[in-house]
């Protein structure tokens, strides 16, 4: 059995910080999930419904690895990625790094990792690998799905070499922290703007803050779109809720990356965002309640209720993003 020593084997929220965090304490650099979250400029927003889709999906962050290449350029931290077709070389590129006493880091697809309960497909899922032996390998997931588990390499294998939405060629990574490293304090205003513009500025109308207004309008025939409405809506509610997202779709996340700001640096345009996404995330919870009764009970008005709710959240994240571009600008 092959094991990296000093690993701090700490499940938090969501699985891309979960990992970010389990490869940085190992290099020194130990940040809460919502700075993990934040200094990656991780919130987003994405309404889905694309061709042979069973449900609309609606996201609540940058797509998957977007935050890991964020967060260390950011941070001055040296990102080395690994792609293969190649099952061997799949392995020799995460064998190599633990034989040698560092963590990896890999992006793929749970439903083939025997500890996932819930079997989806989900070709975004990123986990911290940092031992193995002849059958088995160790991993750090979130807390929800165990925290330091288990799974067999077989298992792990497929789930990395999946192909679909959102996966990766047996992408690995590590992350090396330099030996006179960025202040990770003076990262945080150019972090909120960049998040912010992005929010602001998105390319097409299913994103930011106009997708929040689509999610708005399309939300209220979501019990027509279902194939299976008491199924299909209290799961999008879940994944909304309790999906590795931090509770209310990352913005409870943001939120708490937001106070911490604002412990840091006194601005008021920082100050004003924080308090409109801590009524955001409320708001989000209360959506994702309303959708999860209204496939359970076959509630239209419930539906009307929630897309009402988010014509108020495209308004809200709206007027928080454009105060968080002004932050410290004056």
């Known amino acids: ?142 807390d929800q799905q165990g925290g330091a588990v288990r799974a067999s390499r077989a298992g792990l294998a497929l789930a990395r070499a999946e192909r679909g939405p959102m996966t990766a060629r047996n992408r690995s990574f590590t992350i090396t922290r330099p030996a006179h490293p960025l202040p990770w304090q003076d990262q945080i205003v150019p972090a909120i703007r960049s998040c912010a513009e992005s929010f602001l500025a998105a390319p097409i109308a299913n994103l930011g803050h106009r997708g929040i207004g689509k999610a708005g309008r399309q939300v209220p025939g979501w019990l027509a779109r279902a194939g299976e409405p008491r199924r299909d809506l209290p799961q999008a509610a879940l994944l909304m809720e309790k999906g590795g997202t931090g509770g209310g779709l990352f913005r409870v996340l943001y939120r708490d990356f937001l106070d911490e700001c604002a412990q840091l640096i006194s601005d008021d345009h920082l100050r004003a965002g924080h308090r409109l996404y801590s009524e955001a995330a409320s708001l989000w919870t209360e959506v994702s309640s309303l959708i999860a009764k209204a496939g359970e009970s076959g509630d239209v008005g419930l539906l009307e209720r929630a897309g009402a709710i988010l014509h108020d959240l495209a308004r809200i994240e709206g007027d928080a993003m454009r105060e968080l571009c002004q932050v410290a600008r004056s």
């Open 1 to 142: 059995m092959t094991i990296v020593q000093d690993v701090e084997a700490r499940g938090m929220h969501h699985c891309e910080t979960t990992a970010l965090g389990v490869l940085l304490r190992h290099e020194g650099l130990d940040l809460s999930e919502p700075m993990l979250f934040g200094l990656g400029s991780g919130l987003s927003f994405v309404y889905w419904d694309g061709k042979g889709m069973p449900f609309p999906f609606l996201g609540g962050r940058v797509k998957p690895f977007e935050l890991t290449r964020n967060l260390t350029a950011r941070l001055g931290l040296t990102l080395t990625v690994e792609e293969t077709t190649s099952p061997r070389k799949a392995w020799a590129n995460v064998a190599a790094p633990i034989d040698a006493g560092r963590p990896v880091g890999l992006q793929l697809d749970s439903y083939h990792l025997d500890y996932f309960r819930s079997k989806v497909h989900f070709g975004g899922h990123v986990v911290a690998m940092y031992g193995y032996d002849e059958h088995d390998v160790h991993l750090v997931d979130t």
